[in-house]
């Protein structure tokens, strides 16, 4: 069905038109003699060229409706010798009426002739109307094809730019990306990109994201709705769409068009390209994010492992202390832990030489907070914390701290500091670390305290505290690898089985302990005694020959008789070898110091005798 000929020739197509017609065509007689007017179907006057008078109006009218009624030319005959005649204008296909001129001329002779140069002046026109139509056409079908070739390069360039970011797998490229886009994009426009996460760019455009105000600020809506907001400026149209993922709203793409450049049409390509980028960003983030989790689990399995390789507790702590500073590039590093016959934390190990040793109130600082509450803490500013003191931080004028408990069972058995000069140095992922840290240094900890203890339990005789007689066994050998000399004191107490058969086997218990705390105090720490068997102890001296040997000997001697309850005396030999001797062995000297005790027995006891 074919489309009315009004819809296909608009006033404006026929007014335009009209007006280039007449003005190519004035110097024709009949375009001087009167006037010629243009109507449209319903018999409006769309324009005209010349004067008519105002009594022509109903005649006019009634002519025009009579063409466009028939379709035929009409003529009326007007005052003061005018004729009107009106010639429907015809669509060339269909031959349905267009328009209406009418022409008002004066009446003469050679009126026949008159209406043909009239007919000729309308096909002129339809002509001339056509011309027009299909110029429009033309100019339509090519800004079409214009819009069709720009609306293909859009989306070569949105499927070229949604491909390179997509390709990306980390944070900054997917950031760059995304700005080079949008600039190759809409290469006039201003970009910026708000991101609600902390993150450090040399790019001045990628910024964090401030609400304060967000009624008024397009990019805190866009943000909060999760949706595209738009708004006319005197700079443009901004616009701000969400940096968005399947999991959250990562940031706002904040952008200002010049308003003569933009092109509603373009809002759609530019939420995709948003979205998009929204995607790559959350994928680059989770591939980030896998990795740090990747590192943290391999230098948790390499701690671990490192940790485990010693049960020594200095090396540990030490290990701990130099392996956390590396980790979190940290300034200072400080580990304590509570020794609880004193109820006070004792630095073990730290950076910080002033500080080892250090004992501290289980009330004092951070170390009494992390003890008290049983949880790490993260200090962004010491300056700014307010009322705690800690001498760590005021010491190295650090400003970030971080710290964690070190947990054996369910209480705190340490703490873990770890500082650095610069404020808001540490970020929550290093404090979630620490933590994780921590409770491996604690396994290792509590691992290597068990040791300790069990080492300590077979070494040491339960009664009177003294090393057991294979541990002094074994240093012998030792020494007699690396010293020059050394000399051995067995002590015996006389009587001892009178004292048990009078005093009963506790008070002899006692006697003994009662002795061996004397020969305690009268030795070196790097001197080892022990209990040799019954009542018999042994005193080694590393590096004592045995004059000196013999004087300690003479002391504990003196000592004992003077210190115990019930009195009771002992009796001292003294062996000693050195690097000249023929045989060197813990054998020979042991029999030697035997031989010596015995001769001491002999002669009467309570006694030093040397062999």
Not at 589 to 601: P, T
Request: one cysteine or more.
């Amino acid at each position: 069905m074919a489309e009315p000929a009004e819809s296909l020739y608009p006033s404006s197509l026929l007014i335009a038109s009209f007006r280039q017609w007449a003005a190519d065509y004035e110097a024709l007689p009949v375009f001087g003699e009167g006037a010629i007017l243009l109507f449209d179907l319903s018999g409006t006057l769309l324009c005209g060229h010349g004067q008519t008078s105002p009594v022509f109006e109903n005649q006019l009218l009634k002519c025009v409706k009579n063409t466009v009624r028939t379709g035929e030319p009409a003529e009326e005959a007007a005052e003061s010798g005018m004729l009107l005649r009106a010639i429907p204008v015809a669509d060339r296909s269909e031959g349905t009426p267009i328009a209406t001129l009418v022409f008002c001329i004066p009446v003469g002779a050679d009126l026949e002739g008159r209406r043909a140069m009239l007919y000729a002046c309308v096909l002129d026109f339809r002509n001339r109307l056509y011309f027009h139509f299909e110029e429009g056409l033309l100019r339509q079908a090519m800004l079409s094809q214009c819009a069709h070739d720009r609306e293909a390069e859009r989306k070569d360039a949105l499927f070229i730019a949604a491909k390179r970011l997509h390709d990306q797998i980390d944070v900054p490229s997917v950031l760059k990306e995304t700005i080079q886009s949008l600039e190759s994009l809409y290469p006039d426009s201003a970009v910026d990109l708000l991101l609600s996460q902390d993150y450090a760019s040399v790019d001045a455009r990628v910024k964090p994201l401030v609400i304060k105000n967000a009624a008024s600020d397009i990019s805190a809506r866009a943000f909060l709705e999760g949706k595209m907001v738009k708004e006319k400026g005197e700079d443009g149209v901004r616009l701000a769409v969400p940096l968005s993922g399947k999991q959250a709203v990562y940031g706002v793409l904040l952008m200002t068009v010049p308003a003569e450049q933009w092109e509603e049409s373009d809002l759609s390509a530019f939420i995709m390209l948003a979205d998009t980028a929204g995607s790559a960003f959350e994928n680059a983030k989770l591939y980030e994010q896998s990795n740090v989790l990747i590192g943290e689990l391999q230098l948790i399995n390499e701690l671990t492992k490192r940790l485990n390789q010693s049960l020594r507790l200095s090396e540990i702590f030490q290990f701990a202390t130099s392996e956390l500073l590396q980790v979190f590039h940290a300034d200072f590093c400080c580990v304590l832990q509570l020794n609880k016959e004193i109820s006070r934390f004792v630095v073990m190990s730290s950076n910080i030489p002033a500080l080892a040793g250090e004992q501290f109130s289980t009330e004092y600082g951070f170390s009494g907070m992390v003890y008290r509450s049983k949880e790490s803490l993260i200090i962004s500013d010491y300056h700014a914390a307010g009322q705690v003191a800690s001498k760590l931080m005021d010491m190295t004028a650090s400003r970030s701290l971080i710290a964690s408990p070190i947990m054996v069972g369910n209480d705190v058995g340490g703490v873990i500091m770890v500082a650095h000069r610069n404020a808001h140095y540490f970020s929550y992922d290093n404090y979630k670390l620490l933590q994780v840290l921590s409770t491996h240094i604690g396994l290792a900890i509590t691992n290597a305290s068990l040791h300790a203890e069990v080492r300590r339990m077979v070494i040491t005789d339960n009664l009177t505290s003294l090393h057991a007689r294979h541990y002094l066994n074994e240093q012998i050998q030792l020494r007699q690898r690396k010293d020059p000399c050394g000399s051995l004191i067995l002590v015996d107490i006389d009587y001892f089985k009178k004292v048990n058969d009078t005093y009963g086997h506790q008070i002899g218990d006692r006697i003994l302990v009662q002795v061996s705390n004397v020969i305690t105090s009268c030795i070196r720490d790097s001197d080892i005694a022990a209990r040799w068997g019954g009542e018999e102890l042994a005193v080694y001296l590393p590096q004592v020959r045995t004059e000196q040997a013999y004087r300690i000997a003479d002391r504990i001697r003196t000592r004992v008789e003077a210190e115990t309850d019930p009195k009771v005396t002992a009796s001292c030999g003294v062996s000693e070898w050195t690097f000249e001797d023929e045989k060197i062995s813990p054998e020979s000297l042991f029999y030697r110091a035997d031989m010596a005790l015995y001769e001491a027995k002999h002669h009467g006891r309570n006694q030093v005798f040397v062999g």
